[in-house]
């Protein structure tokens, strides 16, 4: 099964050319380029909780400090941690360096 986006999994429509980029922007989650990879996501598809300026819940979210209960409650971050298990799962991302949360 492939393995689905933020912005394809929440429908959000803040990828380029979605239905909301008019009015919140294109999520920096989608232009991400250097977390492209990380839990076999497209750009940070696949880590959008360690990106500031997400979209969730309506609006347009801080740094992950600022909204990590929420995205570590959200129905998405759970499926991606499950779908790359324990072993592989990246939390977090320092600059270039990723953090495998099993290690």
Do not use: Y
Request: proline share 3%; charged share 25%; glycine share 12%.
């Amino acid at each position: 099964m492939k393995k689905l986006n933020c912005w394809e999994f929440k429908k959000c429509g803040r990828e380029p050319g979605g239905f909301h980029v008019s009015e919140f922007g294109v999520c920096p989650a989608t232009e991400d380029a250097s977390s492209s990879g990380v839990n076999d996501g497209k750009n940070a598809g696949r880590i959008c909780w360690a990106v500031a300026g997400t979209f969730c819940a309506g609006k347009v979210q801080g740094d992950f400090a600022a909204k990590s209960v929420s995205c570590m409650a959200c129905d998405f971050f759970k499926a991606v941690k499950q779908d790359e298990g324990p072993e592989s799962f990246t939390l977090l991302k320092r600059g270039q360096n990723f953090t495998k949360s099993g290690k």
